[in-house]
Every structure is written in C-alpha cells, then in structure tokens.
C-alpha cells in the first residue's frame, strides 16, 4: 500500500478524536478506582445514560444540546450518588471482586431495561446547528463537531487532572484515600467526599455520552462496545493514574487510527495486543505506582 | 431395591413401545427454536421480534389447522458468534427436542447452524442471514433460506445504482462472511452491469466510529460507497458520512442492505433518497398492513422488517408441512416444503428451489424525504417490483450440490 501523506494526517486527527473520548471516559473510571477502590463496570451503562438523557430533554423537554451539556452531568451525579449511597457504600470493606460484580450487574440490568423499551437500532440526535458543518484542512474535512469534542474533552481532562493534584480539595481527596480515618480525624468528612467524588466520576460518563449522542447512534449498547476498550485503556495508563488515564486515552486512540489505516481488520484487537504487552512488561501500567 | 429396578424397567420398556407406537412427530410436540442475536446490533432486524413473529405463526396456525400436535416456541440469544450459535443448536436438538431452527441472522452463525442442521438431520429455514453461499456452494438438504439473499441485494441496488450513473464503487465492508458474500456479489452485478470496483476496506463486525473508514473511501474518488454491512453498523456509516460531508461533496451511498429499522435509527434527514432492495414493507398491501400493526401492538409500536415477517411466514409454512406429512423429520420435511409452490400471507406467490432458495419477489424502495412521510415508519416508496425469478441468483450458477 503505498502511504499518502495527507490520509495519515487525517487518520492521526480521527484517531485524536476517538482518543477524547477514550481519556474523558477512563478519567472517570480512574477518579472512582483512585479514590474509591471500585473498579465501576456500569461506567459504560452510564456513559449511555447520559446520551439517552440529552435525548429524552430533547424530546419530552425540548431543552437542546447546550442544556443537556450542563443538566446531564447534575442527573447522572445524583444517579451516581444514589448508588454510592445504596449500593456501593456496603462494598467498601470487601473485595474489590464484589464491587466489580455489582457494577456489572448494574450494567446489565440497565442495558437490558432500555434494550427492552427502545430496541438495539437506538435513536437519532440531531447535531446542534452551530456546530455543524465543518472545516477543509486540504488533507481532510474535519466536521466542526469533532473538532469541539477535542477541545472540550481537553479542557475537563486537563481541569479535573489540576483540581486533584493541585488544589487544597484534591490533596484532601488524595490523603482521604491513603489515610481515611487521619482524613476523618481532621474534621474532614470523608464518606460525603467519597460519595461526591463517585457522583463527579459518573457525571463525567455522562457529559462523554452528551458528546457522543450526535455522532454515534443513541442506543442501550453504545457503552458496552466501549467500555472493555476504556477499561484497556486504563490498565495500560496504570489503574488510579490520572494523568495516566489521559495520555493513555489520547495515545491509544492515535494507534488505533494508524491501524485502520495500515490494517483495519486489526483495529478493534490492537488495543488489546498492547495492553497484552504492557501487562507483561510492566504490570503496573505505564503511568502507574508500587 | 430389587422391586424399584424391576419397575424402572418395565416402565423403559413401556415408554419406548408407546414411542413406537405413536405417531411419527416425537414427543407429539413440534418444538420451534428461534435462535437470533437478542442483545446487540442486530437484535431489532430479528431478536425479540422473531419469536414474537413465531408466535404469532403458531397460533394462527392453531386457529386454522387444529393440529394434533403440540407446539412450542423457546428463543436463544447467539451473540453474533458461531461457536455460540453452534452450541445452542446442537443442544436444543440433542437435549431439547427442537425441531426446527428459524430466524438466525449473521451469516457466519447461519453457516454453522446449518452444518450442525444437517447432521443431526432436522430442518433450518434462516430469514436473518444474507450470505448467498448458504443456497450455493454451502447448500445443505436441510436448509431453506428464506427472505433476501446477497446475491439479490447485490443485484437490485447494484445494478439500479449503476443505471444511474454510480458506476465506479468503493466498498465499505463487515470483515465477516455476510460482509465477503455481498461484496463478492455486488462486485459482479456493478461489472455486470458496465461499473468498476476502485477498492474496499473491511471494518470488524459492530463498530462505533466510521469516520477513518469514510476518509479513505473518500480519498478513493469512487462515486458510490457500497455499504456492504447492516444493522448498526449501516447506521453509522451513514450518520457519519453526512458528518463528514461525502454526499456533499459529490459521492453517493449505496445501502446494500437496509432496514426500516434501520432507516427509523437514521431519521429521514439522513437517510431519504437512499435506494434499497427488500422483500418486503409493512404498506405494501391490505394483508401485510394487517399483519405488521398486529406484530406492531405486541413491540412498542416498532414496524417489523422483512426478516420478521420472514419468521412469521415460515414458521407457518413449516408447519402446515409437518402437519401433511404428520412427521418432524428435518429431511423430509424441507423436501415437502420444495415440493409446490404456495401463497404466502405476506410475501405473495412463492416456491422453494431444490438449492433450498425461496423465490418471491423482491423491491427496489427508495425512502420518502422528510416532506413526504406523513409519520413514524411511513418511509419508502416502490420504485419497481422485481419478479422472483429475476431477483433471485439462477438456479445453476450457485455451486449447488443438490442441483442436477
């Protein structure tokens, strides 16, 4: 095959984008695993979630996009919330094996309710009129919308990556998960903090499925085909590592835009050959501690 | 002890001479298994809505017929992979006492059904898998493919596209036998009709992001992508493809198979004008309207697609076989099924050919823009009728074993 410059270009560009949403959604699971110890399989679920809450605003509301961005992270918070406090709380001196089963169980349930009442084909979301149509950069078109997603995801990457490694509540959140009873001990309370910080890491699924609704199909299976990809992505990045999860995110989705390009009939497995790799390289992930 | 053993035996002994004795179905109960993808992407092209469909046979089958037999519906989810699909069948057959195996989209399990079909000798009468080999060089005695095939997608979309001027193609292909089959078929019908193929890529089965696959299809300068796969992963193609702008900047799609499902995913913003070939639609006539808003009310109000009907329409077929030939042998039961042709409720006159294909017409639809639907599912109109002996492949170019 012989290789056109302008085509790789565009290859690496998708890649970035796909890789946002890599990063935006393992951010969310290394917040709840760095924090909270629970390995979250119903991230997927609530990733999907919150595409089908942007749809029903859309729908039974009429609130468009531009709410949904900012109502669907506060619903999927309190949804979060509300497991944490039922469900999860229970967890926390077990295994991690038995948050694991239960996150999963919750995954399928919630899968299969909305497979019930809306079918596997899922709903059509219409893209905001701003942000389509798009750009000519000579080696591709590159849709507006794309290019948002980039710069958002970004932004809330970056953001919370500074909130809990350079702020005053970040060093708490820190501390809290080395040292609870210590945390507890100097009037900070941390079950609330726990709590709060599992609802932020699922609102964070949410806004990702916000984003996604416009580009894929608004459907009960958008997460399940992601969430294995996004659970690769952080064992490679290392399990808890913010950053980690970031470049990782970003990275991997690179790769797996180069390998539609090369050989695409490797490109749903070539994340996984690599986290085979690291994993015997380096157990730890390549970003993670011990 | 001694007594418990001697009465064990006497009881062996009197229920295999009352299982000689009985008539030939076994058990007295005809057992239909419905094996479709239930949970993924092409659970509402088949899934729930095919034992649905099934039930629906039966009991008109009861109504009309009053059979001695019992009959009983059971479903099983294959997940899109043929070990498991494979597995499920050689159980139900074995341990369970099916019958018969309906519905069954992916080809790739269809293919493994029907093997595992043959050898146990019972019968397979797919409507949810595409591949044409199943007729052709895979044809098996125990098998009838039922509603659309490859080679009849290939065919009608193809060669109309071509008519219209589309005649240079890129494909976008499913990286599995489905995917092969109707590339492989609709390659022939574009040069048939005077088109040439520029170039294809094959895309894993279910997946989310078209958009490196439409760059390099775009990069091709072909004036028609082909989309040879189906369910969600032809929605997507599509939604992403308006997305990047391809019918904007001059290149059109060719859906080689798609579903009002489908279309109901896409919006008709995105998807009106699109061409397809299907056997076929819920407003065709009085007797599918009919029956689609009956299979309607038990779905949520969805609209069934031609596999659907598919299911109804041979389960029902099937049935009235079993009934004449008061046997549930999977061998002699498709035979009786070949054996003349019949007036199917929903898909008009039909015959089954001896390569196991069912013959019955097909469509060229073209689906209504958003001005001319006048509500949900109200999405294609007929642009022609193509005969079932024109749709479908000829009988002796298939490769087909059981052909003389």
Known sequence: ?290 | MKLKRKLLAAFAVAALAAGTAQAQISGNEVKIGVLSDMSSLYADIGGPGSVVAAKMAVEDFKKAHHPKFKIEVVGGDHLNKPDVGSQIARKWYDAEGVDAIFDTPNSGVALAVSQVTKEKNKAFIGSGPGSSDLTGSKCSPNTIHWVYDTWMLANGTGTAVVKHGGNSWFFITADYAFGHALERDTTKAVEKAGGKVLGSVKVPLNTQDFSSFLLQAQASKAKIIGLANAGGDTINSIKQAAEFGIVKGGQNLAGLLVFISDIHGIGLEKAQGLILTANFYWDLNDKTRAWSKRWSKEMNGRMPTMVHAGVYSSVLEYLTAVQALNSDDGGKVIAQMKKKPFNDPLFGKSHVREDGRNIHDAYLFQVKTPAESKGPYDYYKVLATIPGEEAFRPLHDGGCSLVK
């Open chain 1, 1 to 290: 095959m012989s290789i056109s410059v302008p085509a790789l270009m565009g290859q690496l560009l998708i890649g970035l984008i796909n890789g946002s949403f890599y990063a935006l959604l393992s951010l969310g699971l290394a917040v709840i695993f760095g924090l909270l110890n629970i390995i979250n399989f119903t991230h997927g679920a609530q990733y999907m979630l919150g595409a089908f809450v942007a749809w029903f605003l859309l729908n039974k509301a009429g609130l468009g996009y531009w709410w949904a961005l900012l109502l669907v992270p506060i619903v999927l918070a309190a949804f979060g919330v509300l497991i944490e406090r039922l469900m999860l709380k229970h967890l926390y001196k077990l295994d991690h094996l038995y948050g694991l089963l239960l996150t999963f169980g919750l995954a399928l349930v919630l899968e299969g309710i909305f497979t019930h009442q809306f079918g596997s084909a899922g709903l059509p979301y219409n893209m905001p009129e701003k942000l389509t149509g798009g750009y000519n950069l000579g080696f591709m078109f590159l849709p507006t919308y794309r290019a948002w997603v980039i710069v958002a995801s970004l932004v809330i990457c970056l953001g919370t990556w500074f909130v809990i490694e350079r702020t005053k509540l970040g060093s708490y959140l820190r501390a809290a998960t080395e040292n609870p009873s210590l945390v507890q001990a100097f009037g900070v309370n941390v079950p609330r903090m726990i709590t709060l910080t599992y609802g932020f890491g699922v609102a964070l699924a949410g806004l990702a499925g916000v984003f996604a609704a416009p580009i894929y199909q608004v459907s009960p299976q958008m997460g399940s085909s992601l969430i294995i990809v996004v659970f690769a992505v952080v064992v490679i990045g290392g399990m808890g590592s913010i950053m980690g999860s970031i470049l990782t995110g970003f990275g991997l989705g690179i790769i797996e835009g180069l390998t539609k390009y090369f050989y695409p009939e490797a490109s749903s497995t070539v994340i996984f050959v690599i986290m085979a790799i690291v994993l015997m390289v380096r157990p730890q992930g390549l970003f993670g501690q011990r």
